[in-house]
Nanobody
């Protein structure tokens, strides 16, 4: 059973930073790519970032390029999302996503950016 647990969300002011973590279990971590998505009420879940297995490829939504960095620690079975220069439009619930055909999701962690 794959389990993805996100942590690190919170409430910050515009311009501040947060680092999200996604700890994975129940899968051979090093062999899987991971994605971060986010969702706000009333809107579809949207892609934020991807990191390939072993970290050779990274991809980002245009809205976060240059501000967010996805990384992984294969020794700790954990994927991170470093979010800098946060904006109010970054507010949402952030989800970790992986597994076979990206079918596994975490429960999400809330990020609120507001002055």
């Amino acid at each position: 059973q794959v389990r993805l647990v996100e942590t690190g969300g919170g409430s910050v002011q515009p311009g501040e930073s947060l680092r999200l973590a996604c700890e994975a279990s129940g899968l051979s971590f090093v062999n899987y790519a991971f994605k971060w998505h986010r969702q706000v009420p009333g809107k579809a879940r949207e892609f934020v970032a991807l990191i390939s297995s072993r970290g050779g490829t990274r991809d980002y939504a245009d809205s976060v390029k240059g501000r967010f960095t996805i990384s992984r620690d294969d020794r700790r079975d954990t994927v991170y999302l470093q979010m800098n220069s946060l904006k109010p439009e970054d507010t949402g619930v952030y989800y970790c996503n992986s597994g076979d055909r990206f079918r596994d999701w975490g429960q999400g962690t809330q990020v609120t950016v507001s002055s």
